[in-house]
């Protein structure tokens, strides 16, 4: 009997329960249409409460792995630009050693000196010179004593002292520093002498009438066997002129070619040539332009002599 009744009851409640379900898939529009709109609500600002509360505490653990991968990323950018960086510096190091190497060739080239380059290593004074540098041959390179050394501008100094694998070269600007130097386009010679000053020489000129202008020229007289000076190397520019044309003593002031404050390739002219190379290391100047002759009616004009007007002699004036 019980089981009976039992049987239409869920027979009952199946019936209820398809009948509502039927209602409310048509249109929407059942009795737990509302009900659901109701609770979809109340469940929906549920959700966007926690979304909102939560959502920062969920949301670490990814933060964290995200920060760590940036740290990283950030680690291996900042590897590598600092390896360009060096990459970039050493190409600017190679290019100015290649620059000054080729002038270098250039220089020895012109002049036909035999050279063995070589770099250099340390800037410091030794025992009675002030102004030296260390270079990185000797005598296993078959440097010796008294060989002159040049840059690609021209004359830097003198061997001073050799050892195995190193030597010491006292610079022009020392001084204690002497050589025997012409002007270039003449042959007036005269003494150089260096000054302590890294942008000064000084030369006497052993005739007082010689006449000597300002951007004029010097280069190495030469001596005995090319040591410790060979001849035609080019050493600097007149800037100035002490005295005048008569004066026991003139002495012009020189203006180094080579910049003895930034030296890294030299050559130790191992071999002079055979003949004085003369001008011809020297670079090539630009040409000045020729002045404008005088129209014959400006006021600057010449004025003619007939044949009959005497012309002065040297004498005379």
Same mark, same amino acid.
């Given at each position: ?34 009900? =659901?709109?109701?609770?979809?609500? *109340? &469940?929906?600002? $549920?959700?966007? #409460? +926690?979304?909102?509360?939560?959502? /920062? ?9 995200t ?12 590897a590598?630009n ?12 190679d290019?100015? =050693?290649?620059?000054?190497?080729? *002038? &270098?060739?250039n $220089?020895?080239? #012109? +002049?036909?000196?035999?050279?063995? /380059? ?16 260390t ?7 078959g ?5 002159s ?8 100094? =003198? ?108 050559g ?6 055979r ?16 002045s ?23 004498e005379?004036?």
């Amino acid at each position: 009997m019980f089981q009976r009744r039992a049987r239409v009851v869920i027979a009952i409640l199946v019936v209820i329960t398809l009948t509502f379900a039927i209602l409310d898939l048509r249109g929407g529009k059942g009795p737990f249409a509302t009900f =659901r709109s109701v609770v979809g609500t *109340a &469940l929906g600002g $549920v959700e966007r #409460a +926690g979304a909102t509360i939560f959502s /920062p505490v969920l949301g670490i653990g990814s933060w964290w792995g995200t920060w760590g991968d940036q740290r990283e990323a950030i680690a291996a950018l900042q590897a590598e630009n600092s390896a360009l960086r060096g990459l970039v510096r050493r190409a600017a190091e190679d290019r100015a =050693r290649a620059d000054a190497l080729d *002038a &270098l060739l250039n $220089v020895a080239g #012109a +002049g036909r000196y035999r050279i063995v /380059p070589a770099e250099v290593i340390a800037v410091a004074p030794e025992q009675e010179f002030s102004w030296t540098v260390t270079i990185d041959i000797g005598t296993q390179d078959g440097i010796e004593r008294d060989m002159s050394v040049i840059n690609g501008d021209g004359l830097v100094g =003198r061997v001073a002292a050799v050892h195995r694998t190193s030597s010491t070269v006292v610079l022009i600007v020392d001084p204690s520093v002497s050589v025997g130097a012409r002007i270039a386009g003449s042959e007036e010679v005269g003494i150089l002498s260096g000054t302590g000053d890294v942008n000064s020489l000084e030369f006497q000129m052993l005739n007082p009438l010689a006449d000597v202008k300002q951007g004029e020229a010097l280069v190495t007289f030469g001596s005995k066997n090319g040591k410790p000076y060979a001849p035609g190397i080019p050493i600097g520019e007149v800037t100035s002129v002490r005295g005048t044309a008569g004066q026991l003593t003139r002495v012009a002031a020189i203006a180094p070619f080579a910049d003895l404050t930034a030296l890294t390739i030299v050559g130790v002219v191992v071999r002079p040539p055979r003949t004085d190379p003369r001008d011809s290391v020297l670079p090539a100047r630009p040409e000045t332009a020729p002045s404008p002759t005088p129209s014959p009616t400006s006021s600057t004009a010449v004025p003619t002599l007939s044949p009959a007007t005497p012309v002065p002699s040297p004498e005379a004036s």
